[in-house]
Structure formats: structure tokens, C-alpha cells
């Protein structure tokens, strides 16, 4: 989806007697589109150091193996996006429950070229966690949606490579909106800013959002796909761990002969 753009106002009260006047709209024109990255990226790093997670093995060695075993963050709750959206903790809950297919992608390209992983090689579910557990100095609680994606060499080798090398640090969701509301920072309209008053303190970013002085609430969203990307909305969507199982596997054989040699 394009980045929802507002027309340019003078000042910031024309610009919510605008959103308050044009909301069922707005809404609806959000909603009509799947939403997909646009915005910020990480910087590059071979497994996200904040988390303590270890491939194990070197790159060199993911590299040859046919399939690496990733966990990647593709969407996370509590933050202000570059769309102006605060995801909120649930959002996924139905779609979860009844989505019969997902896909990680390359780039929110739905084309055979570009799928990482389906079916079998592709688990998708939420996890909480905190901030600090993602590896980001901020406080409170995310609810993160998950993939833990099986990337197979002879499916797609040059994704296979990009994780293997830790050059992707940023996840985005392809989603359509279901329910949302519009919150505003301004007494002169008392339902957006109640909506404010009770999700504003959920963002863990507060300073953008301060300097919008509004954004969206979204309280349930449907899952579409998952993506790497180079950048996205929501830059706190990193690649939790990349490994190996056969290297895991070959790792306990390496301790338990080196256990016994020492015996």
C-alpha cells in the first residue's frame, strides 16, 4: 500500500477539524488497502546482538547448508509506525485463527520467485515479550508476531544467503485494517482525544507521536503475509536467530566425543 498521505495544512487545528470531519473516510480508504512497508531500516548485524542469540556456527557454515532455521520478528505491537498507526496487543487473534495459508516473502511480493518459506517450512504466531528481550533499551512490553521460517537453499538461494549473511534486520506485515479508531490530541474534539488518552500511554515511541498530535489506533488487523524487507513502517522487526539443526546436531555430536575423549 502507498503511504496514506494527508493534504498540507496551515496549522494543526485545521488539520484535525479535517481528520475529524473526513474520519469515516479516511477509515475506509486505510482499510480498502493492504498495508506494506514503507519507512525506516535497522542497521545490518549477522543475529540481532541485543537478544544474546547465537548461530552456533559461522556464516560461512549456514551458508552451505540447504536449510537454515530462522525466527524473525514481523511485526511488533506498541509502537507509533511510520504510517501513523500503534498496533495494539490482539490485533491478530482472529486472523490467526482462521488464516489457512501464510507466507514469508521477499519483499511483499507474491510471486512463486520471491516466497522464503509456506506450508510445513512456516509457523506464524504471537509472543510477548519486552523490549529489552528484542534487544532495544526501551521499557514495557511488545506483542510480537512471529515467523519461524524454514529457508530452504534450492527454494530461494538468494534469501537463504541474505539470512545466513545477517543483512536482514527488518520485517514488515502485509495486512488489511479491520477495526480502528482515530485518536487526537486536541480538546475540541472529546471522542478522538478520550481514544488518545487511552492509547497513548501504550506507545513506547511517545515523542513521535507527540509531535503528530494524532494517530490510529488499530485493534484488529488481518494477517496477509510476512516479509523481508530493507526497510519498513516499524524498524523494531529484527531477525531474532538464524541456525542450523543439522549443525546443531553435528555441534552435541562435536561435545559429546570431545566429553568422552576426556574421560
Given at each position: 500500500m502507498k503511504k496514506f498521505k494527508l493534504p498540507k495544512f496551515a496549522d494543526k487545528q485545521e488539520l484535525h477539524k479535517f481528520l475529524v470531519e473526513n474520519e469515516d473516510l479516511i477509515i475506509a480508504q486505510k482499510k480498502s488497502a493492504i498495508k506494506e512497508a514503507e519507512g525506516f531500516s535497522s542497521s545490518p548485524v549477522l543475529v540481532?546482538?541485543?537478544?544474546?542469540?547465537?548461530?552456533?556456527?559461522?556464516?560461512?557454515?549456514?551458508l552451505s547448508q540447504p536449510i537454515i532455521e530462522t525466527k524473525v520478528a514481523i511485526n511488533t505491537t506498541n509502537v507509533f509506525d511510520s504510517h501513523k498507526d500503534l498496533h495494539?496487543?490482539?490485533?491478530?487473534?482472529?486472523?490467526?485463527?482462521e488464516n489457512k495459508m501464510s507466507l514469508h516473502l521477499q519483499?511483499?511480493?507474491?510471486?512463486?520467485?520471491?516466497?522464503?518459506?509456506?506450508?510445513?517450512?512456516?509457523?506464524?504466531y504471537t509472543?510477548?515479550?519486552?523490549?529489552k528481550q528484542l534487544?532495544?533499551?526501551?521499557?514495557?512490553?511488545?506483542?510480537?508476531?512471529?515467523?519461524?521460517?524454514?529457508?530452504?537453499?534450492?527454494?530461494?538461494?538468494?534469501?537463504?544467503?541474505?539470512?545466513?549473511?545477517?543483512?536482514?534486520?527488518?520485517?514488515?506485515?502485509?495486512?488489511?485494517?479491520?477495526?480502528?479508531?482515530?485518536?487526537?490530541?486536541?480538546?475540541?474534539?472529546?471522542?478522538?482525544?478520550?481514544?488518545w488518552d487511552k492509547y497513548f500511554p501504550m506507545g513506547a515511541n511517545k515523542a513521535e507521536a507527540?509531535?503528530?498530535?494524532?494517530?490510529?489506533?488499530?485493534?484488529?488487523?488481518?494477517?496477509?503475509e510476512g516479509s523481508a524487507v530493507a526497510a519498513g513502517s516499524n524498524k523494531f522487526t529484527p531477525t531474532v536467530s538464524?541456525?542450523?539443526e543439522?549443525?546443531?546436531?553435528?555441534?552435541?555430536?562435536?561435545?559429546?566425543?570431545k566429553s568422552w575423549l576426556l574421560k
Open positions: 540481532y546482538k541485543g537478544l544474546g542469540v547465537s548461530t552456533q556456527k559461522s556464516e560461512e557454515e549456514l495494539l496487543p490482539g490485533m491478530w487473534d482472529k486472523s490467526l485463527g519483499e511483499h511480493s507474491r510471486t512463486f520467485k520471491n516466497i522464503i518459506s509456506s506450508g510445513d517450512d512456516l509457523r506464524v509472543e510477548s515479550k519486552t523490549w534487544g532495544y533499551d526501551m521499557e514495557g512490553k511488545t506483542q510480537v508476531l512471529m515467523h519461524d521460517s524454514n529457508i530452504r537453499k534450492s527454494r530461494n538461494e538468494y534469501m537463504h544467503e541474505q539470512y545466513a549473511k545477517g543483512y536482514v534486520t527488518n520485517h514488515s506485515v502485509g495486512m488489511q485494517y479491520v477495526k480502528m479508531v482515530t485518536c487526537i490530541n486536541d480538546e475540541d474534539y472529546p471522542v478522538q482525544k478520550e481514544n507527540e509531535q503528530w498530535g494524532y494517530f490510529w489506533a488499530i485493534l484488529e488487523a488481518k494477517y496477509v538464524v541456525k542450523s543439522v549443525l546443531v546436531e553435528q555441534t552435541l555430536k562435536e561435545q559429546a566425543i
